[in-house]
């Protein structure tokens, strides 16, 4: 199998040629056939958030069962799954009480190693998947089939962006019809909650990216305002759209402390601020404590869009085809194995929704 590997933080990704281990008896063989290069990705090969190299990265894939152990249940050979970045064991504390976003088994599945380099070092992949390669080796539990003729571009993004975003939005708070959401940060995720807020029913959907073909796209894909950051006070702005008050609902979908107080600033009182976007390891944020008493906030995490993996991936494979969300949209572009450093490089400069991998010729 071909992959792509981070060998040290901040260097550039390295593809080998790497001999798969054998099976274990509830292990899977994935042909991958398409897989989404995500900020998380970059957030690990710039040592944001620390993984040990040498590493597989992507975690936000699609592909073909090649092969399965003799004691896999979930997934048959020629199945086309999808893959989770959080197992889903079914049995653990969080997994039986309905959060299985929380699954125990996250490290076990994440640190066992599938595959060698040619001079016998096993290598790790990120959260047990490792995307960027032609193929995979993963345990069961991270596994979801489905039944579909979607392209394998729009189901590698199911994998994380979108659920990631949609799920933030039905899952995690739980939006009414009628609403107004705020979206602060416009990337794959971002787009994602647009998206979501309009299944939900919103009534608008307030837009924010100082990007202006992020902006375009959620214009495109639902978004009912657009705000500029650099047209003045983003807080200013999002009262202005809505009758003094701010948003019922502000989704953070960039990660920085300051975007996170943006969010809770362009919420009204006793509205909702959704926490969706992945910050530094060790980064805090300060709010002001009067406030989250008198104002009545509510101020949620997100973790994967509160994802039930196994009931939600088909959910939003059933979306995608009745046409209520549109993620042929939010894929950029396609490119071969060997561009992944070029993609990231997109994505910071801000020029790419997703771009995603075909790794096979
Ligand atoms: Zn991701
Ligand atoms: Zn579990």
Same mark, same amino acid.
């Given at each position: 199998m071909r992959a792509a590997l981070?060998?040290?933080?901040?260097e550039p990704l390295v593809v080998e040629t790497l001999t798969p281990e054998p099976l274990g008896p509830h292990d899977v063989r994935v042909r991958i056939d398409a897989s989404g290069v995500c900020h998380s990705d970059v957030s690990i090969a710039t040592g944001l958030v620390p993984m040990p190299p040498p590493v597989i990265l992507g975690h936000e894939g699609a592909g073909t069962v090649l092969e399965v152990g003799? =004691?896999?249940?979930r997934v048959r050979v020629g199945d086309r799954v999808i893959s989770s970045?959080?197992?889903?064991?079914? *049995?653990?504390w969080y997994c039986v009480h309905d959060q299985?976003?929380?699954? *125990? =088994?996250m490290l076990d599945v994440a640190m066992t190693r599938h595959s060698r380099r040619a001079e016998g070092k096993l290598v790790f992949s990120m959260s047990g998947?490792?995307?960027?390669?032609?193929e995979m080796i993963n345990h069961e539990w991270s596994l979801v089939a489905v039944e579909t003729d979607l392209p394998a571009e729009q189901l590698a993004l199911i994998g994380c962006g979108v659920m990631t975003g949609v799920g933030a939005v039905?899952?995690?708070?739980?939006v009414v019809p009628g609403s107004t959401v705020a979206v602060i940060g416009l990337g794959g995720v971002g787009q994602s909650v647009v998206q979501g807020a309009r299944v939900a029913g919103a009534a608008r959907v307030i837009a924010i990216d100082p990007v202006a073909m992020k902006r375009a796209t959620a214009s495109k894909l639902g978004a009912s305002d657009l705000v500029d950051p650099a047209d003045g006070d983003v807080a200013d702005q999002v009262r202005a759209l809505t009758g003094g008050r701010g948003a019922d609902y502000a989704f953070e979908v960039v990660g920085r402390p300051e975007t996170m107080v943006q969010a809770r600033d362009v919420t009204r009182r006793g509205g909702t601020v959704v926490i969706v976007g992945m910050p530094k390891f060790d980064a805090t944020v300060t709010f002001p404590a009067y406030s989250m008493f008198y104002d009545e906030k509510r101020l949620l995490g997100s973790n994967y869009g509160s994802a039930h993996v196994r009931r939600d991936f088909p959910r939003i494979v059933s979306l995608i085809e009745g046409g209520s969300l549109d993620v042929a949209h939010m894929v950029t572009k396609t490119i071969a194995l060997e561009d992944v450093d070029a993609a990231f490089a997109a994505m910071l400069a801000g020029d790419v929704i997703r771009s995603v991998i075909v790794p096979q010729p």
């Open positions: 981070l060998l040290g933080v901040d003799d =004691r896999v249940t970045f959080a197992p889903a064991c079914g *049995e653990c299985p976003n929380f699954c *125990e =088994r998947l490792g995307t960027f390669a032609d039905l899952n995690t708070a739980q």
